[in-house]
């Protein structure tokens, strides 16, 4: 079954630590992106990328990078900068870009120690 | 800058109550349309879409949702919910060939036995 995998599932991260989140997709997708689900505030953009070695900012992305060095996968970090990481991070795929409905991985929760 | 305003953030009602989840947004010009649920437990999925084409789209589980423009509202609606419905429920826009999608705060529906 094609899908997005997200690993792991729980994160733990103690102050001062990047943490990487892993996101990998065996659609065939182009475009993948991260979001951040905050409790009322529903999902926050933090970065896109609509094709291989190509990613471009969200709305906050502040704190984090990206890497689009293969097509299947899209992994977040995490940086120290973030001031406020602990959050449950989604990320999603789509066929193009544009006009395109997204699929959903299962999510990170990151907590920070 | 676009943005998606959901009207309830917390809906309780019973089972063969009716639904209608308010949506409205902000772009003034063309738009894609989408409402995307999320089950406990579960990762997001599309519930359902507007692109183009009339404005009364149909979804799955007997959802609906009616684009009307000179509101600029995308107002989601069930006629008789279950149990099962139970679920947090996001709009989302993005602009006609655009890639970002501007998700709403969320509305968390409990459906009642």
């Known amino acids: 079954d094609g899908g997005i995998t997200q690993s792991p599932k729980y994160l733990f991260r103690k102050e001062g630590q990047n943490v990487t989140l892993s996101c990998e997709q065996n659609?065939?997708?182009?475009?993948m992106y991260w979001y951040r689900q905050d409790p009322g505030q529903g999902l926050r953009l933090i970065y896109y990328?609509?094709?291989?070695?190509?990613?471009q900012k969200g709305d906050i992305a502040e704190g984090y990078s990206v890497s689009r060095e293969k097509k299947e996968s899209f992994p977040l970090t995490v940086t120290s900068a973030q001031k406020n990481p602990t959050a449950f991070y989604l990320c999603?795929?789509?066929?193009?870009?544009?006009?395109?409905?997204?699929?959903f991985g299962d999510g990170t929760r990151l907590s920070i120690l | 800058a676009q943005s998606v305003s959901q009207h309830n953030h917390h809906v309780i009602l019973s089972e063969a109550a009716s639904l209608e989840l308010g949506c409205n947004y902000s772009?003034?010009?063309?738009?894609?349309l989408f409402w995307y649920v999320q089950y406990p437990g579960q990762h997001l999925q599309l519930l359902l879409k507007?692109?183009?084409?009339?404005?009364l789209v149909k979804g799955i589980k007997g959802f609906e949702a009616e684009f009307i423009k000179s509101k600029f509202s995308f107002n989601l609606r069930k006629p008789s919910v279950q149990w099962s419905d139970t679920a947090e429920y996001f709009c989302?826009?993005?602009?006609?060939?655009?890639?970002?999608?501007?998700f709403g705060g969320g509305t968390r529906v409990l459906v009642k036995p």
């Open positions: 507007y692109f183009s084409g009339d404005p």
């Open positions: 772009y003034g010009g063309t738009v894609n």
């Open positions: 999603a795929s789509s066929p193009r870009a544009d006009n395109q409905p997204q699929h």
């Open positions: 990328s609509q094709i291989v070695n190509d990613f």
């Open positions: 659609l065939n997708h182009d475009a």
């Open positions: 989302a826009v993005n602009r006609a060939a655009g890639n970002k999608l501007t």
